[in-house]
T-cell receptor, first 111, second 114 residues
Framework: GQQVMQIPQYQHVQEGEDFTTYCNSS?????IQWYKQRPGGHPVFLIQ?????EVKKQKRLTFQFGEAKKNSSLHITATQTTDVGTYFC???????????FGKGTKLSVKP | NAGVTQTPKFQVLKTGQSMTLQCAQD?????MSWYRQDPGMGLRLIHY???????DQGEVPNGYNVSRSTTEDFPLRLLSAAPSQTSVYFC?????????????FGQGTRLTVV
């Protein structure tokens, strides 16, 4: 079945360093969504990318969707302690029309 | 705005017991889903519903039942709890097909089966 792989599983950075997480799908995706989950919290929607090669920015966060619509990335510039959490990508348009989640990248930021 | 409300927040069950996890949303969303989250496994779909009276199985449906009698409510029933069902359960809703629109998640239910 459709799988969404996400790397790395963990990332530890010093505050002010950049951070990137990558997402790869075994099949072409109709869209990709990104969620953030704070420790002990619930996933919160960040953004959705739909178009091939799409790039969107939210302040220090940059999201990209690959040309083949099989991969995506989230880049955070100059991390802050408030960025701590687990970032999930989720591929849309699965066989059941639902989201297929990657396993997430857990980000920790050392002040 | 309440959004998606899950109850209870925490629960401890003995093996073999049954229980219902409640989920309610006040956004008039047609689509609702249940996920379980285990360490290192991401979120896996249990069951979902595209509207009142319509439900279907997700990736890991065994041991769980759902029903959708109203637009607002989507309870998840554990028929005979097993230690393998120890997990964090999230309910989510969206106005459109969840693979194409933003999903709103509840606060989660942390379930331990002993």
């Amino acid at each position: 079945g459709q799988q969404v792989m996400q790397i790395p599983q963990y990332q530890h950075v010093q505050e002010g360093e950049d951070f990137t997480t990558y997402c790869n799908s075994s099949t072409t995706l109709s869209n990709i969504q990104w969620y953030k989950q704070r420790p002990g919290g619930h996933p919160v929607f960040l953004i959705q990318l739909v178009k091939s090669g799409e790039v969107k920015k939210q302040k220090r966060l940059t999201f990209q969707f690959g040309e083949a619509k099989k991969n995506s990335s989230l880049h955070i510039t100059a991390t802050q302690t408030t960025d701590v959490g687990t970032y999930f990508c989720a591929g849309g348009g699965g066989s059941q029309g639902n989201l297929i989640f990657g396993k997430g990248t857990k980000l920790s930021v050392k002040p | 705005n309440a959004g998606v409300t899950q109850t209870p927040k925490f629960q401890v069950l003995k093996t073999g017991q049954s229980m219902t996890l409640q989920c309610a949303q006040d956004m008039n969303h047609e689509y609702m889903s249940w996920y379980r989250q285990d360490p290192g496994m991401g979120l896996r779909l249990i069951h979902y519903s595209v509207g009142a009276g319509i439900t279907d199985q997700g990736e890991v449906p065994n041991g769980y039942n759902v029903s959708r009698s109203t637009t607002e409510d989507f309870p998840l029933r554990l028929l005979s709890a097993a230690p393998s069902q120890t997990s964090v359960y999230f309910c989510a809703s969206s106005w459109g097909l969840v693979g194409h629109t933003e999903a709103f998640f509840g606060q989660g239910t942390r379930l331990t089966v002993v």
